[in-house]
């Protein structure tokens, strides 16, 4: 049988009080018994500094005491404030919001971050006095009887009460964006004031509420600062796919098929992200509209990445089929820059073959033998050695042929020295020296430069 705990809050306030006034005379004590010995006789300097040392000692214990006696007549203070009010809105015959209050405090969150606003038909925190003082009354009350309906669900999904009342507003708002409930994203600080709250970091807040690998929202950050973004772009689309309930794959159109390693999964993740990130520099939109516009795919009509089943791969890295189809055997075990560049060169191969879906003409590959073939100073990459162990030239790439980080290829195929080009476009890295780019370089770095642009819009519009 439950028992049922009666709480007398006039009670509450009187024990508090003679807590104080306890805490005071001990104090006061302390105080006392310090001036009674600060001029203890003393025999042969022996007596008086050990007699004051034992009324510093008693002194220093009596503080810490009377500091926790304050302490414990303020827990008692707030929780009579907690139950007066839980009564008073009992007597405005508020029952559901008195009975979601004593909830709160039964599970030991601070009454003072309750709603009181929304109870008395006032402006919410986040909400501009311009914007309260031009709505209608009926608009006001209907908005509030919605916000009214939220609050409970909302302070049962989690523990906000880390900071300030401000940042359980934000948290408020927040979780109103996401599920649905307001039209318009909040702004960066409103998601950083929110994860305070929470008591967390951004990046583990936005995390939590996408249900989105804390790798993968690093790597959402790092592709928006690489590419001009401002980090609020990150955040609003972050929350605008939790809003949608999808996964990063949903979200950007892509889908992973086999036995993926978990590792390999957030490779593939940071790769596609940077690619449409670069993209959308172009496009002007978000970065998962412009992968979808220009490789053509959706949730429905997916980008597959497959591991394993894959003929072409020859046991070793990954086959690009067309535009929405890349399998994989392996990806490089020497670094994660390594695996990422893996994926980022199979979607330049998808990139030529979203142009040739468009039929956008001349393709890549064409353009790039073109321009080698009646430019004798551009940059065109040769057999490699036949040593084992010997490396090629750079060709204008940021690393030497035979390294595979930024010439993923080793061969002088039109095709993978488009790819490769592909690599190096996205993440603007080509060969260099203490100058800057060297001449191959920046050939290679202004054509990609010059076409890209082009390619892009050409595609997407289709």
């Known amino acids: ?60 214990r009596l503080r810490l005491f009377g500091d926790k006696l304050d302490s414990l007549a303020d827990l008692l203070d707030r929780i009579a404030w907690a139950f007066e009010n839980a009564d008073s809105l009992d007597e405005r015959e508020m029952h559901f919001w008195a009975g979601e209050y004593r909830a709160l405090i039964d599970a030991g969150f601070d009454g003072s971050t309750f709603p009181w606003w929304l109870i008395r038909g006032q402006k919410p925190p986040w909400m501009s006095d311009s914007v309260w003082k031009h709505m209608l009354p009926e608009d006001r009350d209907a908005y509030l009887a919605s916000l009214g309906g939220s609050w409970p669900e909302f302070a049962s999904s989690g523990d906000y009460s880390h900071a300030t009342d401000d940042d359980t507003w934000s948290a408020f708002l927040a979780w109103l964006y996401v599920q649905g409930q307001i039209a318009s994203p909040p702004d960066e600080g409103v998601w950083r004031s929110a994860a305070r709250a929470a008591g967390k970091t951004l990046e583990e807040y936005l995390s939590e509420i996408s249900n989105t690998p804390q790798a993968q929202v690093d790597a959402w ?71 979808g516009l ?33 399998r994989f055997e392996s990806l490089s075990p020497i670094s994660e820059l390594r695996r990422t560049n893996n994926v980022v060169h199979e979607l330049g191969h998808a990139f030529h073959w979203a142009m040739v879906h468009a039929g956008v003409e001349p393709d890549p590959y064409s353009m790039l033998e073109i321009t080698q073939n009646s430019d004798p100073s551009f940059p065109n990459r040769l057999a490699p050695p036949s040593d084992r162990w010997a490396r090629g030239p750079n060709y204008g790439f940021a690393s030497p042929q035979k390294v595979y980080t930024w010439q993923q290829s080793a061969l002088e195929i039109v095709r993978e020295e488009f790819a490769d080009q592909f690599l190096g476009w996205t993440f603007d890295e080509w060969e260099s020296d203490e100058f800057g780019l060297t001449e191959k370089g920046q050939l290679r770095s202004d054509w990609m430069d010059q076409n890209m642009p082009i390619w892009v819009k050409a595609v997407a519009s289709h």
Not at 27 to 56: E, K, V
Not at 301 to 314: A, H, K, R, T
């Open 294 to 326: 220009v490789y053509d795919v959706s949730a429905d009509d997916p980008l597959v990445f497959g591991w394993e089943n894959c003929p072409e791969c020859n046991g070793l890295g990954g086959y690009t089929y067309g535009r929405n189809l890349i």
């Open 221 to 291: 950050f790092r592709a928006a600062e690489a590419h001009g973004f401002h980090q609020e772009s990150a955040i609003h689309e972050i929350a605008a796919m939790a809003r949608a309930g999808e996964t990063v794959e949903e979200y950007f159109g892509f889908s992973m098929e086999g036995d993926w390693q978990e590792e390999d999964k957030n490779t593939v993740v940071e790769s596609v992200l940077q690619v449409s990130h670069a993209m959308a520099e172009i496009t002007g939109g978000s970065a998962h509209e412009a992968l």
């Open 1 to 60: 049988m439950s028992r049922q705990i009666r709480v007398d809050p006039p009670k509450l306030g009187f024990f508090a009080k003679d807590l104080r006034r306890i805490a005071l005379e001990c104090r006061t004590g302390g105080d006392h018994l310090l001036a009674q010995t600060s001029g203890a006789l003393s025999y042969d300097g022996q007596y008086a500094p050990w007699i004051q040392a034992i009324a510093g000692e008693a002194d220093h």
